[in-house]
């Protein structure tokens, strides 16, 4: 959808003018407008742009306002496509958890048929793309700038709305994000060459919860997980642990001498307390009791 249409805006056609502007006249169809230039140079109009949201909101400036005649001597007549264009731009989003993989997807149309004639503007997606990429880039900057991070909901509200390039003749806006899995796309939010290695995708979130499961079982699951990800640094990941054997490996206490060492910090009518305690606990368990105290 998002590769560029081999079908072009307008075409040339060879029949008859005024048999075109009676056709165009008789048709109930907003697909397609008509523009004539006449042997001065000067272009007419007969129909309208392809605003999905206003249809004929498009009016001619003053001197092309006269529409096209069926006596008028015309040296070109072409037909312009008017419909509404639906193609996506794939985008890296930046995250907390790595870069958002997404699609968004672009409505675009002929405003303005005469403008599209004379620009020569053949192949519409390919200028929507470029302004569309330049615009997302500025977006990306000045959310920077003011500190502010860039989404969807930044996207939807300053490009949801239709952006007019009367320069070629076309308009278009975005209308939906939606989350991709793909490998071409445009990263924004960070420099050229930076990147995340992984993108925050659906795929990704089952590599994210193993990392995550990884960190708390500890160092010793870090390193297996790194000398899989880096099998060329086995003598690094040995020497790291043999110099953090406490980490690996934590050193296990003996109840016994901490307890030992408790008894040892009492005084002698504190030990004999819990020596009484603990023969009364011992004999309601069934066990034999040593005859004196400690």
């Known amino acids: 959808m998002s590769e560029e249409p081999t079908e072009r805006l307008y075409f040339r056609v060879t029949g008859p003018p005024w048999r075109e502007i009676l056709r165009r006249r008789w048709s109930a169809s907003r697909d397609w407008s008509l523009v004539l230039r006449d042997e001065a140079g000067d272009y007419r109009l007969l129909g309208s742009?392809?605003?999905?949201?206003?249809?004929g909101s498009f009016v001619p400036a003053q001197d092309e306002a006269a529409p096209p005649g069926l006596g008028g001597r015309y040296t070109d007549v072409f037909r312009v496509d008017a419909t509404e264009h639906v193609d996506t731009r794939a985008v890296g989003l930046p995250t907390v958890y790595g870069t958002e993989s997404v699609d968004l997807w672009v409505s675009w149309w002929v405003h303005d048929p005469l403008r599209v004639v004379r620009t020569r503007t053949a192949h519409g997606w390919h200028v929507v793309r470029t302004r569309l990429t330049g615009a997302l880039y500025?977006?990306?900057?000045?959310q920077a700038v003011a500190g502010n991070g860039l989404g969807a909901p930044e996207i939807m509200q300053h490009l949801g709305v239709t952006q007019r390039l009367d320069e070629t003749g076309l308009s278009y806006r975005v209308f939906d994000v939606r989350l991709r899995e793909s490998d071409e796309e445009l990263?924004?939010?960070?420099?050229?060459g930076e990147g995340v290695r992984y993108s925050?995708?659906?795929?990704?979130?089952?590599?994210?919860?193993?990392?995550?499961?990884?960190?708390?079982?500890?160092?010793a699951s870090l390193a297996a997980l790194w000398l899989l990800r880096h099998p060329d640094q086995v003598r690094q990941v040995l020497d790291w642990s043999v110099d953090h054997q406490s980490l690996l490996s934590p050193p296990r206490s003996d109840w016994q001498e901490e307890l030992a060492v408790l008894l040892g910090t009492l005084t002698d009518q504190e030990r004999k307390e819990i020596s009484y305690i603990?023969?009364?606990?011992?004999s309601a368990l069934g066990r034999p009791v040593p005859g004196g105290a400690v």
């Open 49 to 55: 742009g392809g605003d999905p949201d206003d249809a």
């Open 200 to 219: 925050w995708t659906t795929s990704r979130r089952g590599e994210y919860e193993f990392c995550l499961q990884a960190l708390h079982a500890g160092p």
């Open 278 to 282: 603990l023969r009364d606990r011992i």
């Open 187 to 192: 990263l924004l939010g960070q420099e050229e």
């Open 138 to 142: 500025h977006l990306a900057e000045a």
